[in-house]
């Protein structure tokens, strides 16, 4: 159980692209599901908490209207990357809480790799 | 500031023994402990947590031990498998209410277990 589905996996587009990634949890519903970015041999860093039929809380120096996330079922969760250029490069990744997300392990999706050229 | 440490990058034990995997925390908040799991290409698979009541968790062959008083947790895998090379991420969150239920994770520690 807690299967969580990211969608694309990998994407390679133009500077100025914008580039939607779906999250999905397969067998629970999520009322949370996170964002996380992780550069090269660093750690996951949170980008956003996203709650369903709510606004997004982003963490600080993540931009809102750059990185735009819409949580519209308690199944699904999507980023957009706005206008995306080379340095929005990065392999992002969500994850959903089965349950309180105080108590609870976040389970996480496969990661979506995004090259901007 | 990195609130949550993993001072070895990488890790290397022969099969059958004993990994050890370390991990440091400043932030006193925190209060659940989780160790991840991550292999190339897919994303981190959830392992076993702790909560700050316990000293101590065990699933199977895998431990985490915690102490408070050191900031300090470690996960134990015994015996090891070839299967559990992968990088290993220790989180922490805290229970203290409003968005503090955010992981905060380490570095991750490469652990390659030989055959």
């Known amino acids: 159980g807690a299967v969580v589905s990211q969608h694309p996996s990998w994407v390679i587009c133009k500077s100025g692209t914008s580039v939607k990634i779906e999250c999905r949890s397969l067998d629970f519903q999520a009322t949370t599901m996170f964002w996380y970015r992780q550069f090269p041999k660093q750690s996951l860093m949170l980008m956003a908490t996203?709650?369903?039929?709510?606004?997004?809380?982003?963490e600080q120096g993540v931009e809102k209207d750059k990185f735009l996330i819409n949580h519209a079922s308690l199944t699904l969760s999507t980023l957009t990357v706005t206008s995306a250029h080379p340095e929005d490069s990065s392999f992002y990744i969500c994850?959903?809480?089965?349950?309180?997300?105080?108590?609870?392990?976040?389970?996480f999706g496969d990661g979506t790799r995004l090259s901007i050229l | 500031d990195q609130q949550v440490k993993q001072n070895s990058p990488s890790l290397s034990v022969q099969e059958g023994r004993i990994s050890i995997l370390n991990c440091d925390y400043t932030n006193s908040m925190f209060d659940y402990f989780l160790w991840y799991k991550k292999y190339p290409a897919e994303g981190p698979t959830f392992l076993i947590s702790i909560s700050s009541i316990k000293d101590k968790n065990e699933d199977g062959r895998f431990t985490v031990f915690l102490n408070k008083s050191a900031k300090h947790l470690s996960l134990h895998i015994v015996p090891s498998q070839p299967g559990d090379s992968a990088v290993y991420f220790c989180?922490?969150?805290?229970?203290?209410?409003?968005?503090?239920?955010?992981?905060?994770f380490g570095k991750g520690t490469l652990l390659t277990v030989n055959p």
């Open positions: 989180a922490a969150s805290s229970h203290s209410g409003g968005s503090n239920y955010k992981l905060t």
């Open positions: 994850s959903a809480t089965q349950g309180s997300p105080y108590n609870q392990p976040q389970h």
């Open positions: 996203s709650n369903e039929g709510s606004k997004a809380t982003y």
